[in-house]
């Protein structure tokens, strides 16, 4: 990435640059260099993206273009953990590899459908990247270095359709699934900035709606990537249907519950497409899943909005639902979106509600906004540019 450097530009489409939540403004660096987005489409028509084939078609067609299919292997797993081909060949055991190799694989394959077009990052290190599609759509990642496994936080759709009322993703509607090298190169790109040990679907998107890509992303993950299921953060808004459908799947990936409200009539008007899902319901499927994939415990995230669903009473119908359950739960004071009617709780009232979960006996941490105002919200680096 060879970008400008300006301090907070966000006032693109007329909105203004949200509040800070303190400390040193975050930085915003944007590409613009790259080939026009017709010619970016059309390369990959003929030249696949090297992540889109499966393995085997890929071996395939390396042998057809006269190389070793070994070669295929070994950069699809390059790749994977962050190999940069800007840097020249990948480093490689007992093997020299031909000398030609990255300029004929270039003929036959294109190395990332994505491109990295603007990071945010914040002085706590870490970053949010928007990612140019092929098609010119967008999505983000987030990258999180200093937590005590480094982690990435993925999308696994192009805006979404769940239309929780909080969130700017869900403020355009799905656009479009992510294939699952969509998904993949997120990750090989976030990982040439270091390495990735956690992976969290957690960003644009609800994973369920597109649990076919994401299942696939995720194998070829175990398998080539060195990042197996168990250490997958898969979020859901349910319903409990979907949670079921992930238990289905056989992968232990550990799921994050997005309840918002301990009860069904204020969780409809928060998260409006899905207006008769019963708490207990979701929580339900999520402790069969927890059951089937060895007992470990879920999260149960919940956006702590001021005014809303912060109130002593929210604190104690949560945890009379969750009393035996194996939920952890992670609350998250509400970090503003332009555009959204809602207030960041207060931090005494975040405070009082997470002791009532303790002192009721629920395993509950209220967030570190980590990466504030970078990580601010999903879907606020792309609503906040013109993409
Ligand atoms: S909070 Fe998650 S599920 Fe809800 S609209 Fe946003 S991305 Fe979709």
Redesign the pocket.
């Known amino acids: 990435m060879g970008g400008t450097s300006v301090e907070n530009p966000l006032t693109v489409r007329g909105l203004r640059p949200r509040a800070s939540s303190g400390g040193a403004p975050e930085t915003v660096r944007y590409d613009r260099r790259g080939p026009p987005f017709a010619a970016y489409h059309a390369a990959l028509v003929d030249r696949p993206a090297l992540l889109q084939p499966s393995r085997a078609e890929l071996r395939e067609r390396f042998a057809a273009a006269g190389l070793a299919p070994r070669w295929a292997d070994v950069l699809r797993r390059a790749l994977l953990h962050g190999w940069d081909p800007a840097s020249g060949p990948p480093p490689v055991r007992r093997a020299q590899p031909p000398r030609d190799l990255l300029e004929r694989v270039a003929e036959i394959a294109t190395w990332s459908s994505l491109r990295e077009h603007a990071v945010a990052a914040s002085p706590d290190g870490v970053s949010k990247s928007l990612f140019r599609l092929h098609d010119g759509e967008a999505v983000e990642a987030v990258a999180l270095p200093g937590a005590r496994r480094p982690s990435a936080c993925l999308s696994t759709q192009v805006g ?5 009322r ?5 403020l355009d509607g799905v656009r479009r699934n992510l294939a699952a090298h969509e998904v993949l190169e997120q990750l090989a790109l976030l990982r040439r900035r270091g390495p990735v040990q956690r992976l969290v679907l ?5 994973p369920t709606r597109n649990l076919r890509a994401v299942v696939a992303a995720l194998r070829v993950l175990r398998d080539e990537g060195s990042l197996g299921p168990r250490h997958v953060l898969l ?1 859901s ?1 349910g319903p409990a249907a979907a949670i079921r459908r992930v238990t289905a799947t056989g992968l232990p990936v550990t799921l994050a519950l ?1 309840l918002h409200a301990p009860d069904r009539a204020l969780r409809a008007e928060l ?1 409006p497409t899905q207006p008769d899902a019963e708490p207990a319901e979701l929580l339900d499927a999520c402790d069969a899943h927890s059951t089937a994939t060895g007992g470990r415990p879920y999260q149960v995230e919940y956006v702590l909005l001021g005014g809303v669903n912060d109130a002593p009473a929210h604190a104690a119908a949560l945890s009379d639902l969750l009393h035996g359950r194996r939920a952890h739960v992670s609350l998250i004071a509400w970090n503003a979106v332009p555009g959204l009617p809602f207030a960041a709780p207060s931090p005494p009232r975040a405070a009082a509600f997470l002791a009532t979960l303790r002192r009721a006996g629920v395993s509950a941490a209220l967030r570190r906004t980590l990466g504030a105002p970078a990580t601010a919200a ?2 606020q680096l792309r609503a906040s540019r013109a993409v």
Not at 160 to 164: E, G, K, T
Not at 202 to 206: F, L, S, T, V
């Open positions: 979404c359709a769940m239309a929780c909080f969130c700017a993703s869900g957690m960003g644009a998107g609800e979020s808004v997005s998260v999903c879907g």
